[in-house]
């Protein structure tokens, strides 16, 4: 059974850092692309940044430098390092991975993150 448990939400000052974790379990993890994802209450799911097996990895368009992705696969956890924060990153951050066949998307429970001062 595919679970993905994320961890290291809360509030933080704009400017100010936080990094978020996601523990795999269920399958491979290391061969598998892992993805933050982050949604706002009436806008769809937006892909913040994703980390292929193979290490390369892609951001969205206003991460613009701020955020790193990264991975240990020893312990099956994926990072989302968050610098820099603003108001506008305000939003439930998920944990993503597609498994099986159909590459049938998994999802965390989502964390909350309040970016405010």
């Known amino acids: 059974q595919v679970q993905l448990l994320e961890s290291g939400g809360g509030l933080v000052q704009p400017g100010g850092s936080l990094r978020l974790s996601c523990v795999a379990s269920?399958?491979?993890?290391?061969?598998?692309?892992m993805a933050w994802y982050r949604q706002v209450p009436g806008n769809e799911r937006e892909l913040v940044a994703r980390i292929n097996g193979d290490g390369s990895t892609y951001f969205g368009e206003f991460v613009k430098g701020r955020f790193t992705i990264s991975r240990d696969n020893a312990r099956n956890t994926v990072y989302l390092q968050m610098n820099n924060l603003k108001p506008d990153d305000t939003a439930v951050y998920y944990c993503?991975?597609?498994?099986?066949?159909?590459?049938?998307?998994?999802w965390g429970q989502g964390i909350q993150v309040t970016v405010s001062s």
């Open positions: 269920g399958f491979r993890f290391s061969e598998n692309a």
């Open positions: 993503n991975t597609r498994t099986g066949l159909r590459r049938t998307d998994r």
